[in-house]
């Protein structure tokens, strides 16, 4: 069992960046790939990000690939999202994700893919 919570979201003007964290909890997270998803109102949770187990292979939705960066600390059982360049078109929930995978291609990217979520931040980005 793994339990996710996700900090760092909030309200930004476009531009401007902000850094979304996911606390992990338990001894096996380094077993773990991690996704980020988010979900605007009115519309299905998509793909935005995910990253292999050691941390060594990320892949990107188009939509935010050069702006966003995914990464993770292991040894504190945390999986970061850099957002840069924010626009209001990013607005949304986001989620992070747990997939019980040592693959070394991050080959994750369906919302049923995932064993484990977290609760959600909100990131409002204002134009």
């Known amino acids: 069992q793994v339990q996710l919570v996700e900090s760092g979201g909030g309200l930004v003007q476009a531009g401007g960046s902000l850094r979304l964290s996911c606390a992990a909890s338990?001894?096996?997270?380094?077993?773990?790939?991690m996704g980020w998803f988010r979900q605007a109102p009115e519309k299905e949770r998509e793909f935005v990000a995910t990253i292999t187990w050691s941390g060594g292979n990320a892949y990107y939705a188009d939509s935010v690939k050069g702006r966003f960066t995914i990464s993770r600390d292991n040894a504190k059982n945390t999986v970061y999202l850099q957002m840069n360049s924010l626009e209001p078109e990013d607005t949304a929930v986001y989620y992070c994700?747990?997939?019980?995978?040592?693959?070394?291609?991050?080959?994750?990217?369906?919302?049923?893919?995932?064993?484990?979520w977290g609760q959600g931040t909100q990131v409002t980005v204002s134009s």
């Open positions: 994700a747990a997939k019980l995978s040592v693959a070394s291609s991050p080959i994750w990217r369906k919302v049923g893919s995932f064993d484990y």
């Open positions: 338990g001894r096996t997270f380094s077993s773990y790939a």
